[in-house]
């Protein structure tokens, strides 16, 4: 059975930093791209990044681009969302998916196979 298992969200003051993890376990996902979404309360979910199987290639929505670095480790089957300068704006629930393509770096939700349970990140002014 897949998994993907989120951690490190939390309460933050403005300006603050979180990392987010996300590890995979019942198949890997070294051969496959993969992202973080979040969605806040009654709005979609949303691209935030995604990086390529090998990492060469990382993808940033303009919202989180200079503060949030997203990086992976294929021998633990880790992806991870370093959130720096925070916002009271990127308060939402995060989610970590994978099984997206070996080909290119999907930023649609619709081409991911694989989502976490989500992890709640709350930024207060």
């Known amino acids: 059975q897949v998994q993907l298992v989120e951690s490190g969200g939390g309460l933050v003051q403005a300006g603050g930093s979180l990392r987010l993890s996300c590890a995979a376990s019942g198949r890997t996902f070294s051969s496959d791209a993969m992202g973080w979404f979040r969605q806040a309360p009654g709005k979609e979910r949303e691209f935030v990044a995604a990086?390529?199987?090998?990492?060469?290639?990382?993808y940033y929505a303009d919202s989180v681009k200079g503060r949030f670095t997203i990086s992976r480790d294929n021998a633990e089957d880790t992806v991870y969302l370093q959130m720096n300068s925070l916002k009271p704006e990127d308060t939402a629930v995060y989610y970590c998916?994978?099984?997206?393509?070996?080909?290119?770096?999907?930023?649609?939700?619709?081409?991911?196979?694989?989502w976490g349970q989500g992890t709640q990140v709350t930024v207060s002014s």
């Open positions: 990086i390529s199987w090998g990492g060469g290639s990382t």
């Open positions: 998916a994978a099984g997206g393509s070996s080909w290119y770096v999907p930023r649609m939700s619709g081409e991911y196979e694989y």
